[in-house]
């Protein structure tokens, strides 16, 4: 599908009569009409602009929230959370618009993590596919949904490098590598923002959470963290730099203290890093309450405190924590906090506002008649249905899959078979549970009748296997088990940090019940994260990771069970065999001790019960088909500063007998630093579909500033020396070659 067709056309759009702030023409440079709004405003009025709160549906009636009234009158909400809906967003809007002083409009702003009424995999999963396009589209389709629902602004994407599958909020990055996240984040923000924000359907993107909260100790969320520099600009940095670099206009400062400064104060994060390194001018957030949490992290002793540090730290936005409502005002007039900076954080608030096109038409995201024609819009169900299949990983096959067509029977058992809240997964934005397919209604297409057998089991909690028997009498009657096991929507995500890996409440035992039957059984793992498959694996005879799929996961997944779809996908994260590997992660380093030292093979860096090595490598996937690579050549043995990139080229043959396709990557090794470096490190990666025999030169470049990276002095850049560069299916890519890097 071409992107350009999902655009709402501007014709679409219904111009009402409105309101207008009264403010510079039209024609004038963003930057002069924000100047001009900013000397006609108050002081409380400047303070309103960096103050969010979230709202409730309703302005008036039961529940609703009549104090914030009063406040958006006087201009004191610059933007509001989770108000959504054209009718609803259109009464919040009124009241600021028709009743503030200078009529400055609001910006919505909501979750829009994968998708928005539409919902697609989970962000982890959408990694799985690395497939960019399908990412990016994905996203396009979400900012026209939430746009057509009033909403102007999405907290996503969140890019953090997640090394720690305990963390429930891996489901929501991209997984454990800076260059496939940085890839994705890029992608990721194109799709929302396009190149040209303010365009009908583009909303502002937020890169968050700035920075290394994916590396909160022990995996348990809002944790302290403690990342050395080195490892922020090597590894974590990276995705919210390419955010930047691809004009994200928007950051989220992470809940977590790193070294000592929560990130909502932290002026090495977004002074020097954010604005004075990568040169960022749009504007930071705090997560939510972030700064009167910092009472709880205890580097203040009141929220007047943490109001100052966190605005002189660079933190423009408070969301939900009053610090800035209550106190920046008479901080600016003691003189405490410069007026200047009060002017810049507020000029960057007006700025994504005049941007987006707000002053011209505060209503433009109001508008019922398109919000009814676009969410859930069948060419979004479509692309829904074909990144569930694109992200699921095959991850084990001993032949039963794809499922042999005609005739056969199937069961399909198991708490999420037929769970649709679970199949959305967390952040599922507006997703509606009546509207998504399940995988048992859509194997029920594929399986009419009598050849679709179903029970639920048990629960993915607690201890009842009340369910066993039925789950048992399904079995029996078929020809193979489909078993939709993992964890629900509410085992992942925000604040599910998990200790044990292990299938959770009775799980592994319906597994070994339906292992019992002697029936061939496939493990369709829906989860929001790696979980431990060393007491499954005996029992199954393929495993299928699909992720939380979405909306329309079960016909995607079902895609892939019948062969309609040839696996592609490729984990992102590495699996890891037990809690006690993690954190576990291909980029490693080397060590001192790699190998064994002494003949007894002892003294090595390793543990005395388990292996070193994931139960499956990053990169890792299973088609139906098998890919051969060979023929590796480099198009020099040197690579100059200055000079030519080098072409690193490879042969990929599609070996097996059906069309599929291919994540070729790329992986270098330094064998040299001044400073120890990783084993190897993705550096390129391309999709590709080959016919059954079909063979293929791929091409990668690599420059210089492709081997980049913080150097002893802490510098950024490469360093000549010997590399290798290695090119295969997965992270044990097994042709090589070396090359040269030399002093410009
Ligand atoms: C999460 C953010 C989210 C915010 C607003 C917080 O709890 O950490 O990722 O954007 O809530 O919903």
Not at 125 to 150: K, N, V
Not at 257 to 263: H, S, V
Request: aromatic share 8%.
């Amino acid at each position: 599908m071409h992107l350009r067709l999902l655009l709402p056309s501007l014709s679409m759009l219904v111009l009402l009569p409105i309101a207008r702030p009264a403010t510079a023409p039209t024609t004038l440079p963003v930057e002069d009409r924000v100047r001009d709004l900013l000397s006609r405003m108050t002081l409380e009025e400047k303070v309103g602009q960096l103050v969010q709160y979230s709202g409730r549906d309703t302005l008036t009636g039961p529940g609703s929230q009549a104090e914030l009234v009063p406040l958006i009158k006087a201009g004191g909400a610059g933007s509001m959370l989770n108000v959504h809906g054209a009718a609803k967003t259109r009464e919040w809007q009124k009241l600021a618009v028709e009743s503030s002083r200078l009529h400055i409009p609001m910006l919505f702003a909501l979750d829009v993590v994968h998708g928005c009424r539409t919902i697609f995999p989970i962000p982890l999963g959408t990694a799985a596919s690395w497939d960019l396009g399908a990412i990016e589209q994905a996203e396009r389709i979400a900012a026209i949904e939430a746009s057509a629902t009033g909403i102007h602004w999405t907290f996503a994407p969140m890019v953090d490098i997640a090394r720690d599958p305990r963390w429930g909020r891996i489901a929501e990055s991209a997984g454990e590598d800076p260059f496939l996240g940085s890839t994705i984040a890029r992608a990721r923000v194109r799709g929302f923002q396009t190149d040209r924000l303010g365009a009908p359907g583009t909303i502002l993107a937020c890169a968050k959470h700035f920075a290394a909260y994916g590396a909160v100790q022990a995996g348990r969320d809002y944790f302290t963290t403690d990342v050395t520099e080195r490892v922020l600009r090597d590894v974590y940095f990276p995705p919210f730099r390419a955010a930047v670099d691809a004009g994200v206009a928007t950051f989220m400062a992470g809940f977590n203290d790193l070294d000592g400064t929560p990130c909502t104060a932290n002026a090495f994060l977004l002074d020097r890093v954010l604005r004075g390194e990568w040169g960022f001018r749009g504007f930071v957030i705090s997560d939510w309450q972030g700064i009167s949490e910092m009472l709880e992290h205890g580097n203040v002793a009141d929220l007047r405190d943490a109001a100052r540090q966190s605005f002189l730290a660079g933190l423009d936005v408070d969301m939900e924590a009053q610090g800035y409502e209550k106190h920046l005002a008479e901080l600016v007039r003691s003189g405490a906090v410069p007026v200047a900076r009060l002017d810049a954080a507020v000029g960057a608030v007006l700025a994504a506002k005049f941007r987006l096109g707000l002053f011209e038409d505060p209503y433009r995201n109001c508008d019922e008649a398109q919000e009814k024609a676009l969410l859930f819009a069948p060419a979004h169900r479509e692309a829904a249905r074909d990144l569930a299949r694109r992200s699921a990983v095959l991850l084990k096959n001993n032949g039963v899959l794809p499922l042999k067509a005609g005739g056969i029977t199937v069961a399909v058992v198991g708490p999420l078979a037929d769970s649709a809240g679970d199949q959305l997964g967390c952040w599922s934005g507006l997703g509606e549970r009546s509207e998504v397919v399940t995988l048992r209604a859509a194997l029920a297409e594929a399986f009419p009748g009598a050849r679709l057998r179903y029970a639920q089991g048990c629960l993915t909690t607690g201890d009842d296997t009340s369910g066993f028997a039925a789950a048992r009498q399904a079995a029996a009657g078929a020809d193979v088990i489909v078993a939709a096991l993992g964890e629900t929507a509410n085992q992942s995500g925000e604040s599910t940090s998990r200790a044990s890996l292990d299938l959770s409440g009775p799980q592994l035992a319906l597994l070994r019940e339906l292992h019992a039957t002697g029936k061939p059984v496939v493990l369709l793992l829906m989860a929001g994260r790696p979980l431990l498959l060393e007491a499954v694996d005996p029992l199954v005879d393929a495993i299928l990771v699909g992720w939380h799929p979405g909306s329309m996961g079960g016909p995607g997944l079902a895609d892939v069970l019948t062969g309609a779809y040839n696996p592609s996908g490729k984990l992102p994260v590495t699996w890891p065999r037990s809690v006690g590997q993690i954190p576990l992660f291909y980029a490693h380093k080397n060590s001192g001790r790699p190998t064994p030292t002494d003949p007894e093979g002892k003294y090595f860096s390793h543990y005395i019960d388990t292996p070193n090595t994931p139960r499956f490598r990053f990169g890792f996937g299973l088609s139906y088909t098998t890919f051969a690579y060979d023929s590796l050549r480099l198009s020099a043995p040197v690579l100059q500063p200055g000079g030519p990139a080098l072409i690193v080229t490879a042969r990929v043959r599609n070996a097996g007998a059906r069309a599929g396709e291919e994540v070729v990557q790329l992986y270098v090794r330094d064998r040299v630093g001044s400073v120890t470096r990783p084993v190897r490190e993705l550096k390129g990666f391309e999709k590709i579909a080959l016919a059954a025999g079909e063979s293929r030169e791929v091409s990668f470049r690599l420059a210089p500033a492709d081997l980049a990276f913080c150097r002893a002095d802490m510098t950024f850049g490469p360093e000549p020396g010997a590399f290798d560069v290695f090119v295969g299916g997965d992270s044990n890519a097994a042709l090589s070659a070396p090359f040269t890097l030399t002093a410009p």
